[in-house]
């Protein structure tokens, strides 16, 4: 399971058949803007040392296509260069948000690792552990399941953490190895960590209390602590990230996943508008992107999601259409492509539903037969649509073609972090309960969204989530219309425990605490509401538009 950015894996397999095209060796660039952090490497080139640095932030930055380039040009420059392979050798191996591991990968990381061995004698005892440590998880012949390596690469980097305690370096690529064990399943779904997740922490927080501004530290416990019940936890982390190395859009981009976690949506807005700049600056240099492409439609995904909440539909819906025309054509219509950008492709809809714009949903054309997934989600937000202007009949047929639709989905496909049968059966409810609504059926008509809260409470994690609407907003909004004001409170506060001050439930509870006569709070609730949608371009009737009070 995987979030967006690792939902398009084969994306990357197939464009880059391993890594993004390389430029010539005497046009890899040197960056400006990425920090200060710099490793100490034997290599009397001063020119190495700084592409080596250069290969440590890009990997810190989860670029590691533009990292092996400047550990490559660093070994160039110093062929006797041990610790320039070893970033090659590390940076070929799979990660937290890509578990491919190719043929070519594979060479490319046995070969450098054996120059990095060759060559390791001049290398201080702690870089020289490293490189044996690396050993461990490129074992020769290569195994047919890669988990038990990367079992051993952890323990062996554990026993480097252990020998050299006050290397901060070497306590994150630890926490690392530990983290690529179990990517985006660091959290059970009742709170619990699970069982490597406590030493990740001890080992982050360890490696922070020696260098506070650690790029790959930080980056790294946002990720540990953001599906934890305590968010909140990280949010030094990500201070210390934003903005500070303008040369890596994706650590601009990752407070965001603390911020939309702590009610901070303009930060989350702020954060991924110049992560999109940076990418796009970058882009001009580097012009042929491998998986770094999918970090940059990451931060328009999530951009969009931040916006949505605080009422801005214009941005929301203009960032969410740059995403998708940013796919290139051809490559998404070729069968082997087609699955990995399925469900995004109905991402429009789901921007033009939250803001109620029933007409401008209607006029999107059907997505190709290729896109299965695209095309039920269609059918369904038609069915909405239809439902929110009273056509029943309409809404019907759009029902019945959407089960039809979903019916096609692979039960294997997935959208994000979930398989998108999960996310169809939250649409089946979601739309079955909008249709008894309007047949007047309201008691049937909350079982079925209550029934699509469920549901949607069963996910995994992703950010930003793959129900990009929550359900709880249709619910919470009927129980209001239908005089259960109580429920709906109780609706409203624990989707303002999961999305804290998301202005679609203030509005919400801001309405049912009037209803029950407590003017006082529902003032509180107002004002604070007003804060989070003063950037917003509509004026909403209630937390759904599908529903006004």
Request: aromatic share 8%.
């Amino acid at each position: 399971m995987r979030t967006f950015t690792s939902l398009l894996i084969i994306f990357v397999s197939l464009v880059t058949h391993g890594f993004a095209d390389e430029p010539k060796k005497s046009e890899v660039p040197l960056f400006d803007g990425l920090g200060k952090h710099s490793r100490k490497i034997e290599t009397k080139n001063e020119k190495a040392q700084r592409y080596f640095d250069q290969g440590l932030m890009f990997m810190f930055a989860y670029n590691h296509d533009e990292a092996v380039r400047a550990f490559r040009q660093a070994a160039d420059l110093d062929p006797q260069c041990a610790m320039a392979y070893w970033g090659i050798a590390l940076a070929s191996g799979m990660n937290y948000n890509n578990p491919a591991f190719t043929t070519e990968q594979a060479k490319a990381a046995k070969n450098a690792l054996a120059e990095a061995r060759a060559k390791a004698k001049g290398e201080s005892a702690a870089n020289q552990a490293l490189i044996e440590a690396l050993a461990t998880r490129y074992p020769d012949p290569e195994p047919k399941e890669r988990a038990d390596v990367e079992k051993a690469f952890s323990q062996a980097m554990k026993a480097v953490r252990d020998r050299f305690a006050e290397d901060a370096d070497i306590g994150a690529l630890y926490a690392e190895s530990l983290m690529n064990l179990r990517p985006w399943d660091l959290w059970k779904d009742d709170g619990k960590p699970q069982s490597e997740t406590p030493e990740i922490l001890n080992a982050l927080e360890a490696a922070l209390k020696l260098d506070p501004t650690h790029p790959l530290a930080n980056h790294l416990y946002i990720h540990a602590v953001e599906a934890s019940p305590e968010p909140g936890k990280a949010d030094a982390a990500a201070n210390a990230l934003r903005g500070k190395h303008p040369a890596l859009g994706h650590l601009l981009h990752m407070p965001s996943h603390i911020d939309i976690r702590r009610r901070r949506w303009n930060e989350a807005v702020e954060a991924n508008r110049i992560a999109i700049e940076a990418d796009a600056k970058y882009q001009k240099t580097v012009p042929e992107q491998g998986f770094y492409r999918l970090y940059m439609s990451h931060n328009y995904h999530m951009l969009t999601f931040a916006a949505m909440m605080q009422g801005e539909s214009a941005l929301a819906l203009k960032t969410i259409r740059e995403m998708i025309a940013a796919v290139p054509k051809e490559w998404a219509m070729a069968k082997e492509n087609a699955a990995i950008v399925d469900g995004f492709m109905a991402m429009e809809l789901e921007v033009l539903k939250r803001f109620g714009r029933w007409d401008d949903m209607l006029k999107v054309p059907e997505p190709p037969e290729i896109f299965p997934i695209a095309r039920a989600m269609r059918h369904y937000n038609r069915g909405v649509a239809f439902a929110a202007k009273g056509k029943i009949a309409e809404t019907r047929e759009a029902q019945k073609t959407f089960r039809d639709a979903a019916a096609k989905v692979s039960k294997e496909a997935m959208f994000g972090n979930n398989k998108a049968v999960d996310l169809l059966a939250i649409a089946g409810s979601m739309l079955e309960g909008e249709i008894l609504l309007r047949e007047r059926k309201s008691k049937d008509a909350i079982a079925e969204l209550e029934k699509a809260v469920a549901l949607e409470d069963k996910l995994r994690y992703a950010e930003p989530p793959d129900w990009f609407v929550p359900a709880r907003h249709s619910l919470g909004a009927i129980l209001l219309r239908d005089g259960q004001a109580q429920a709906a409170e109780k609706v409203y506060r624990e989707d303002l425990r999961r999305w804290p001050d998301n202005g679609w439930s203030l509005h919400g509870l801001a309405q049912t605490l009037e209803a029950l006569g407590r003017k006082e709070e529902a003032a509180k609730v107002k004002e604070r509401f007003q804060e989070v949608f003063k950037r917003a371009d509509v004026k909403i009737p209630s937390s759904c538009f599908c529903v006004e009070q």
